[in-house]
T-cell receptor, first 116, second 116 residues
Framework: AQSVTQPDIHITVSEGASLELRCNYSYGATPYLFWYVQSPGQGLQLLLKYFSGDTLVQGIKGFEAEFKRSQSSFNLRKPSVHWSDAAEYFCALVPRGSGNTGKLIFGQGTTLQVKP | ETGVTQSPTHLIKTRGQQVTLRCSSQSGHNTVSWYQQALGQGPQFIFQYYREEENGRGNFPPRFSGLQFPNYSSELNVNALELDDSALYLC???????????????FGEGSRLTVL
C-alpha cells in the first residue's frame, strides 16, 4: 500500500535558522511527490513538486526539496526561515501508472513554529 | 488566491442530519476532488469527479456522495451525519490527470463542518 510518513509532528526553529522537514514514502516505484503548506484557516498551497529529472527541485518562497530514491525520501529544506513560514507542511504522493486519477496521498503533517 | 471557492465556510449540524457542501472550480479546470481533513491529520481523499462522472473514490462509505455539474462546479453530500464527520472539507480543482500529464491541484480554503 502506498503511504507517506512525516516523522516530525512538530518542529521549532529560530528565525534565520535553516530548516529541514522529513518525508518518507512507501511505494513500489517512483511516485509523483509534492510539498504543500497550510496556514491557519487556509487551504493548501503547493510549494513544489517532483515528477522526474533533476532530483533537487526548487519551489516558491525559497523552499527546495531533494528526492532520494535509495532512501525513499523527499525532504524539504529552506536555508533561512522567516516568521511567516510558521504553518503546517504536508508531503504527498500520487502513484504513477495507468488508471491513476491524481489522488493525493498525504502524510500527517509537520507543524512549524518559528521563534523570534 | 487559487480561484477555487467553497461554501459555506463554517457550519454546524447534529447527528443524523444531512449536509451539502459546494465548490466552484478554477476557470478551465474539468476535474474536482474532495478531501476530508480531520483535526491534526493530513487530508484524506474522498472522491474525484471528471466530466460529471465519479472517477476514483477513497475509503469512504456510500453516505458520502457527490455531483459535478456541466460548468464543472461540484457538490459533496453527506447523509446521516456522525460525530466523526466533523472535519475540514477541502475541494481541489485541476485539469484531468491523464497518462503523461502532470496536473497540479488547486485547493479552496475549505468548509469546516462541526457535528454535535
Amino acid at each position: 500500500a502506498q503511504s507517506v510518513t512525516q516523522p516530525d509532528i512538530h518542529i521549532t526553529v529560530s528565525e534565520g535558522a535553516s530548516l529541514e522537514l522529513r518525508c518518507n514514502y512507501s511505494y513500489g516505484a517512483t511516485p509523483y511527490l509534492f510539498w504543500y503548506v497550510q496556514s491557519p484557516g487556509q487551504g493548501l498551497q503547493l510549494l513544489l513538486k517532483y515528477f522526474s529529472g533533476d532530483t533537487l527541485v526548487q519551489g516558491i518562497k525559497g523552499f527546495e526539496a531533494e528526492f532520494k530514491r535509495s532512501q525513499s525520501s523527499f525532504n524539504l529544506r529552506k536555508p533561512s526561515v522567516h516568521w511567516s513560514d510558521a504553518a503546517e507542511y504536508f508531503c504527498a504522493l500520487v502513484p504513477r501508472g495507468s488508471g491513476n486519477t491524481g489522488k493525493l496521498i498525504f502524510g500527517q503533517g509537520t507543524t512549524l513554529q518559528v521563534k523570534p | 488566491e487559487t480561484g477555487v471557492t467553497q461554501s459555506p465556510t463554517h457550519l454546524i449540524k447534529t447527528r443524523g442530519q444531512q449536509v451539502t457542501l459546494r465548490c466552484s472550480s478554477q476557470s478551465g479546470h474539468n476535474t474536482v476532488s474532495w478531501y476530508q481533513q480531520a483535526l491534526g491529520q493530513g487530508p484524506q481523499f474522498i472522491f474525484q469527479y471528471y466530466r460529471e462522472e465519479e472517477n476514483g473514490r477513497g475509503n469512504f462509505p456510500p453516505r458520502f456522495s457527490g455531483l459535478q455539474f456541466p460548468n464543472y462546479s461540484s457538490e459533496l453530500n453527506v447523509n446521516a451525519l456522525e460525530l466523526d464527520d466533523s472535519a475540514l472539507y477541502l475541494c481541489a480543482s485541476s485539469l484531468e490527470w491523464a497518462s503523461g500529464r502532470t496536473g497540479e491541484l488547486f485547493f479552496g480554503e475549505g468548509s469546516r463542518l462541526t457535528v454535535l
